[in-house]
């Protein structure tokens, strides 16, 4: 039996979390989360967390010699050939875990949530692609609120992505939430049971 795998993605602040929480709760789905294993890549002792501290100096740990995020998120924001780099590192070791998550698992229907699913060419783990969506204004008033960032950081983390509208044109699924939770929900419902 093939499983059914639904790459959940979107731009920053546009809702994938919403919708990943919901399916584990609603359907009890398995969620893989490409941000917590970029995480788990970057934990301290591991060989890229020494490459980047290597590259960066020292200043890019925190007292505790983990990852100072806020600090390497001003440089990989601020120049896309640093983001290259630190991507390079760390997007090969998501997809492992991502194909090691898959193999392990013996649930009929698995949700990757990979914000970057274009970006770091992971289309190729999934049998779906479900893209959140919401209005360009609406995503950066949520990203400033969310993360406490000033309108042109927002900006800088947005444009580092690719453009919602094109992820959207490649989507199976485009969940809009522009709307109410509630909305957004019942769409979740929908393409849920349309693709079973």
Not at 29 to 49: E, K, M, T
Not at 73 to 100: K, Q, T, Y
Not at 147 to 167: D, F, G, V, Y
Request: charged share 15%; with cysteine; hydrophobic share 45%.
């Amino acid at each position: 039996m093939t499983k059914r795998i639904i790459g959940l993605t979107g731009g920053i602040a546009t809702g994938k979390t919403t919708v990943a929480d919901y399916l584990a709760s609603a359907y009890n789905l398995p969620i893989f989360d490409a941000d917590i294993y970029a995480r788990d890549a970057v934990a301290l002792g591991s060989p890229i967390l020494s490459a980047i501290a290597q590259r960066y100096g020292t200043d890019i740990l925190l007292p505790d010699g983990n990852l100072n995020r806020q600090k390497l998120g001003e440089i990989i924001f601020a120049r896309p050939e640093e983001r290259n780099w630190v991507e390079g590192l760390i997007h090969p070791d998501v997809g492992d875990r991502f194909l090691s998550a898959i193999a392990q698992s013996s649930a009929p229907t698995l949700v990757l949530v990979i914000p970057l699913l274009f970006e770091a060419q992971m289309t190729h783990l999934i049998t779906e692609i479900w893209v959140v969506y919401c209005s360009p204004s609406q995503q950066l008033q949520r990203l400033i609120q969310r993360n406490h960032l000033t309108p042109e950081q927002a900006q800088a983390r947005i444009n580092s992505q690719m453009p919602l509208a094109e992820k959207a044109a490649l989507a199976n699924v485009v969940l809009d939430n522009s709307s109410t939770r509630e909305i957004l929900l019942q769409q979740v419902d929908a393409a849920l049971t349309q693709g079973s």
